[in-house]
């Protein structure tokens, strides 16, 4: 769908850590030409992501593959569901197995850890964000998996949006100074977020003209004054080690946002396989 | 350290997707030159991966910032410890923090999970093995970190061990015919393994002359009788669903090898942060 | 100044077009070694921009290259003025002398037309904005031209920021529609920019919350009555065929910004030549 | 038509750099999928350069787009003038818009350009060269630009011709030694020409039995004496700051070819717009 | 056939360094779209080997060539052999006629040769083995030929098999310790080969575990006697200066595999010409 | 010496395919850091080339190697001559041992046979040419090669030369119109050849206006004959399966350059080894 030259390097370097020279095992064995149909299945219940991205795998492998999706991005499914079916040469299904699954897996494992944390959040207004604590490489796809299970993205790297922390404001000489100078940088069409760990901090923020304010490491308390007090002047931003535990109380404070880093750095894959049907 | 033409394009796209066209809050904020000193810190106990990565994020990022290692590869370190310290442009040092950080968590997490299980397996001559269960594009540096923690690693890819499963001989016909296929085909310093699920595929296995048998979802006391039948012949490996609970008992069945592919598939990042110092 | 890869990658296309499979004239003539030292200088009166863009095109064709830039970016400089100055070995100086000058000559030309139309805005709190009419490939250094010549960016490219145009109101169904749905999707730092060609549009732009507003080839008077019923509540961007005689016009019906595609599209060289000065 | 991986480098350059990690506005709002077609219509009296290149686009982006010519390479078209139609999913469309544009109105510019020059020189058998003064990265394509304009290209680059200039003779020590010591180290194919600015190296270069003399920089009578002397010994180009005023008068000293590096380095774009014509 | 991102970043080398700007004479000469057929010819007795990368370089120049195959990889053939035949536009067809040809001589060059070698063996378990003296780049391609003139292919590269030799050992202290150390870093699925040059070597090979014993330079009747010594407690591999003359006394003595360099590094280009047959 | 992406991009490709995921007996043996210097020795009197490139595998490899030639390209050595030291870490020495060889082997061995040649010619005027026939993606240091042998170089690819053969011929309908319309559409810098086999077609070329007239499969009588008709109003160049025999009657026959496609696709490695000397 469209070009995507970043995917397609990655999908590129996995495929060919993984083959370099050759699939000894299928090149030695499927000498004569077969056909196999393989099903992909959820050992586990799950919020599935990586779809798109297991079907590019067998179509950069071998175009001749056929990926046909049983299910749909974000859907949660359980245990036993079958959830895509693969058809194509032998040797290039078997080939592509790992690559395709390594991606599937994490990709579900994200989104279903981030579904978790948004039905924590569930009748409120707050929306969870993820972070850039990314996996290096696969930022767009780890980013897609948290929509998948129902989160949103924060910005989608240092390009897309301004971040003010401590030491940008050393460097500036103030907040003030800070929110000035980089507005006058940027495009137009970008905002800019200031960290905050306490009250003083957020007046000043409020009063540089933030257009996000980041409550950081705040009690729920904290945060809930800090709410009231900038009275939609913001939009505001929970953040700081927030689990499923505190998420909910983060979300009553009535910030915008909460962020959660958890989500792409301490996901674990899903459990799928791929079930060998037929060898036609 | 030598040519690592697929790290470095690993890092490449770790920092494209990352600055695209730019780090708009440094860029705005930091335009008077700066030098600045940051050190990285452990925020818990951990075992240490990915410091030279780490360097090489910012030695491709700017050649003119001076990492420095405070420990190494592989050591045993407690909450507050101090392991690198970077120092150069302020720029530049706040440009690649966050990419350097994501290697160095992830890396670091597989190493400290993988002691765990190293840990287990004291006193036993039984070894651990990862898997080719990585995250894609990671593949090398997973397999390092797992080094670091202690452990070994299985065959890199497809192209550097034989892996004989149910598919493959079915397709040949028997475990002997596809044992024999195999070895006609491949260089001869490449070995070969079949995957058993029982002692009647162990007994195939061995007669077609293995040099590996895996023992698959098998019981201890059976993988002990499959051992004991074995006598040398062929190494074993015990495979299959093994954690921290079971791992031990798996190995005192004798095996040569025990995989776990949660090394890699199942670990969390390492809490560590980057602290900048001073700013000269 | 950090990894650029992007213009590194045209700068390897712009280097391989002009030399191939190598400069005869020059590796004919001159098989001896020999260092020469020569001087970049204006032919005209110009403003200068992409004095680094021509030293690492000599530094990517032969690192034992010296250049030395004598003016700044964004300098005004007449006629005779000499810029930099490159040293190094007369192959290299000679072979890279083309490419260099056809970057530095690209982006003062810009960098001089967007001075222009910055000085036609003196005393005026209205800002010029480029577009994204770059030349395919040169967007990101066109863009920093246009900074040296004293004007802002517009967004990068479709990535860091929204504009909602015709087709796509036609698409949500409404204004109001377009904005709700690009508000859900996109990141919390990003902007939504909307297209009005008239008052109507200009109100419901307003009403569904747009960021900023762009005035599309509406005259002064009726910009300068859209911007006193807007009052703030979105920035607001003239465009449309604005040029040298207009733009005073426009600026002073109150915009916050007026958009200029000429700046990128329709600059020409800026005269300069490298003069040899002595072969050591 | 066959392999270009120079010129799908460019595109692939200007699609990451206008798209980069999404276009949000199209991808926000265009959530079903909807196919359209839209227009290229001309705004201006132009001749028409970089169709394929526009159609080149449109399928690296998305293979499902259809492009349809309307008119062919270096066709002279008046204003409001139909050009190609492009169809395909709305977001595809819309996304390549801004980069297909830009190269059709780049190249139709210096095709626009190169016209005006060659209707100066009706009548005449003497023809219009271009020069390597082009913007880098686009040395091919506006080379092609310049043909269909009705112009010649001159070298490709450094590698498919020989031009001795003024520090090159420095260097051999005459004309003489410079064009015997290149003959020996160049193809058979491949011709010699020198840069001369007065009568006295046009004796010398044609001495030493160059192919084609540069008369640069000389008034048409001095053109024309040269000419008379050198009676086809050697093919004769007029180079230097030669305009639209001036061709003329050059041409009609009897050289063979005039270059004109203003074709490439001050063209301007020409008007082209895409219209949406309907959404299906 | 699957992915091979090497062989087509060699295409692409090989296409780019012929075809560079254009094919000056094709583009000249064939101006209207014309359809040829033209036919791969044997011009002496050759073992086949290539037919498929042929076929990859004219599908990348041109996917609407249609390249079918007369006959089969490893084939033997007679002068005059007709061995496949390309169809498609004349442009493509004679531009990528010498880049297919430059590899279908050259792998077919090393099919022949290895097959005389292989006829030495005829009647002897002993095996052929190709060596890492190949062309650079073309590894893969040139292994595959010696696999087509019936030889086998020793390792790949340095990752895929250990070869301890004299370096290696004095750095490790003596043959026990160089097999012991390499045995605990590699994957247990690659095997350990140990250069021997006499008796004494042979037997700490052994003593040492050594998968497999390299007999380098040994005459044969040393060989035989090594061979009786190690009783199949390793792989025996016959290497040094070994030719056509003395390759059969070397397998008589018993060993497991002769190696020879000569296959790739003195293999000179089969006879094959393309002869065009005619223009629809 | 200045960018040479294509020949990185060959050694890049070649280090890849050998040492893939590490070279595992170096790796596992060389754990402590160990200075070597080692001599590249001519194991037979040979011609040298490719010093420069075999110091470039180094430099990629690991930038602290240290390449010192100790003779020149294109030196006649005898036997046991010391042609060059590299010193560095014992790891890259050995890792990169055999790439260097494979290219410094195979270079030399093109300049050796090349040398053969030129001696066949010694007193004629004739030149010696190479062909298109080298091997893919080493089209320039085999041509590199032929120079350091004292040969001259033909056309680097298809697009520094015209050479009109029997199907251009049949598309344009004959010599004079293929001739003239090649004319019309390539660069003045460019030759036009035409390829003869008679002298009818010697005649039509001449008429023609061609620049060089190929004498294809000709007897030296009937070269001879044709030289004497052209009388210098083409350079002539005899073709055609000349060999060391025939060489020296093709050259007496009056031609100015004969060409040999032997000299690239069928030379033979060279005999060169490295040795290493001392372990610091």
């Not at 895509?84 to 279903?112: C, D, H, K, W, Y």
């Not at 989608?156 to 003010?164: A, H, K, R, T, Y």
């Not at 535990?245 to 979300?251: C, F, G, K, N």
Request: hydrophobic share 45%.
């Amino acid at each position: 769908m469209g070009t995507q030259p970043q995917l397609d390097a990655l999908i590129e370097l996995a495929l060919a850590e993984d083959i370099g020279t050759g699939d000894l095992t299928t090149e030695a064995l499927f000498t004569k030409p077969a056909q196999v149909t393989a099903r992909f299945v959820a050992r586990e219940s799950l919020v599935v992501s990586g779809l798109d991205v297991a079907a590019r795998v067998f179509s950069r492998l071998d175009p001749s593959c056929r990926f046909k999706a049983k299910t749909k991005e974000g859907a949660v499914v359980t245990q036993g569901r079958h959830l895509a079916t693969i058809s194509g040469p032998a040797q290039s299904v078997l080939t592509g197995e790992r690559t395709a699954l390594n991606f599937l897996r994490r990709m579900s494992g994200i989104a279903t850890l981030t579904r978790a944390h948004v039905n924590a959040l569930k009748g409120s207004r707050c929306r969870l964000l993820d972070t850039r604590k990314t996996t290096p490489g696969l930022r767009q796809i780890e980013k897609a998996a948290v929509r998948a299970g129902g989160g949103h993205n924060h910005r989608m790297g240092l390009f897309d949006g301004v971040m003010i922390k401590d030491n940008h404001i050393l460097a500036a000489g103030s907040i003030a100074k800070a929110v000035t100078k980089a507005r006058k940088r940027i495009p137009p069409t970008v905002k800019i977020e200031v960290e905050c760990e306490n009250m003083k901090q957020v007046r000043q923020a409020i009063a540089a003209g933030a257009d996000i304010v980041m409550l950081d490491n705040m009690s729920p308390s904290r945060m809930a004054k800090a709410v009231q007090w900038i009275q939609g002047r913001a939009l505001t931003e929970a953040s700081g080690r927030i689990n499923l535990s505190t998420i909910r109380a983060a979300a009553d404070a009535g910030v915008d946002y909460v962020s959660v880093g958890a989500l792409t750095h301490s996901a674990v894959a899903a459990d799928i396989a791929l079930d060998v049907l037929k060898q036609a």
